[in-house]
């Protein structure tokens, strides 16, 4: 527990908050991966709408 505590004030000490050129750079990353995982998700939908419609 100690050494824990100690890791954990050692960690607080060195963390800063991002500055606004940081912040941003993460939030256009994040969001590209938000819209790349909703393209994908939507392409498989596609797919399988055609795939059924074929069987039908």
């Known amino acids: 527990m100690r050494k824990f505590l ?3 004030k050692r960690v607080i000490a060195v963390a800063r908050k991002p500055d ?5 750079q993460v939030a256009k990353v994040a969001g590209l991966g938000i819209l790349l995982i ?3 998700g939507f392409v498989i939908m596609l797919i399988s ?3 059924q419609g074929m069987l039908t």
């Open 20 to 24: 606004q050129e940081e912040y941003l």
């Open 6 to 8: 100690h890791e954990a």
């Open 38 to 40: 909703g393209l994908v």
């Open 49 to 51: 709408y055609f795939i």
